[in-house]
């Protein structure tokens, strides 16, 4: 099983920046997937940002250009930059681990709230 810490959360105003990280423990491979993903209060979780196992980062519609994903394999932790921030990006944001067999593994999530 792998364990995930989320961390950086917090209060900013509309156009400021944060970024979150993510540690991870336990058995992880650095081939493997990660992502980051939010959910607004009454809705459903959504992908943010994800990195596949070959590498590729993709992107939300919604943050494409103002988010930027990173990832640090010997720290075995991942990133979110945001910049450009907007009410709208208010939400818990959770950090993913998902495994060869598509098995998925949840952080407890950091609170990102953006006043106007």
């Known amino acids: 099983q792998v364990q995930l810490v989320e961390s950086g959360g917090g209060l900013v105003k509309a156009g400021g920046s944060l970024r979150l990280s993510c540690a991870a423990s336990g058995r992880i491979f650095s081939t493997n997937s990660m992502g980051w993903y939010r959910q607004a209060p009454g809705s459903q979780r959504e992908l943010v940002a994800r990195i596949t196992s070959g590498g590729t980062i993709t992107y939300a519609d919604s943050v494409k250009g103002r988010f930027t994903f990173s990832r640090d394999n010997a720290k075995k932790m991942v990133f979110l930059q945001m910049n450009s921030l907007k009410p709208e990006d208010t939400a818990v944001y959770f950090c993913?681990?998902?495994?060869?067999?598509?098995?998925?593994?949840w952080g407890k999530g950091t609170l990102v709230t953006v006043s106007s």
């Open positions: 993913n681990y998902r495994d060869i067999y598509g098995a998925d593994d």
